[in-house]
């Protein structure tokens, strides 16, 4: 079983900044790429960021420049540093991974189970 837990969301004033934190955990043998994906009330989930296992990112036009995408591989780990944030950051975070839990294993997307990220005055 592989687990994604996510970490560091919270409510923040406009202009704040947050360091989401995902760490998988479980039956790993590879991971391809991670990414985050945010989901507001009413609205369907977007890809926010990505990243894949050689470092090549990826992110939405309305973060570009104010957030950041990075990994500590050794930990299985990714991370959303987000500055500059706005009202309409709000929304819950998932992190993904693809990845392979096995040698033989088929590579599939696992999901977090979502952090909320407020901001507002």
């Known amino acids: 079983q592989v687990q994604l837990v996510e970490s560091g969301g919270g409510l923040v004033q406009p202009g704040g900044s947050l360091r989401l934190s995902c760490a998988a955990s479980?039956?790993?043998?590879?991971?391809?790429?991670m990414g985050w994906y945010r989901q507001a009330p009413g609205k369907q989930r977007e890809l926010v960021a990505s990243?894949?296992?050689?470092?090549?990112?990826n992110y939405a036009d309305s973060v570009k420049g104010r957030f950041t995408i990075f990994t500590n591989n050794a930990k299985n780990t990714e991370y959303l540093e987000m500055n500059s944030l706005k009202p309409e950051d709000t929304a819950v975070y998932y992190c993904?991974?693809?990845?392979?839990?096995?040698?033989?294993?088929?590579?599939?997307?696992?999901w977090g189970q979502g952090t909320q990220v407020t901001v507002s005055s």
């Open positions: 993904k991974a693809f990845l392979r839990g096995t040698l033989l294993g088929v590579p599939a997307d696992y």
């Open positions: 479980g039956n790993i043998f590879s991971i391809y790429a």
């Open positions: 990243i894949t296992s050689g470092g090549t990112t």
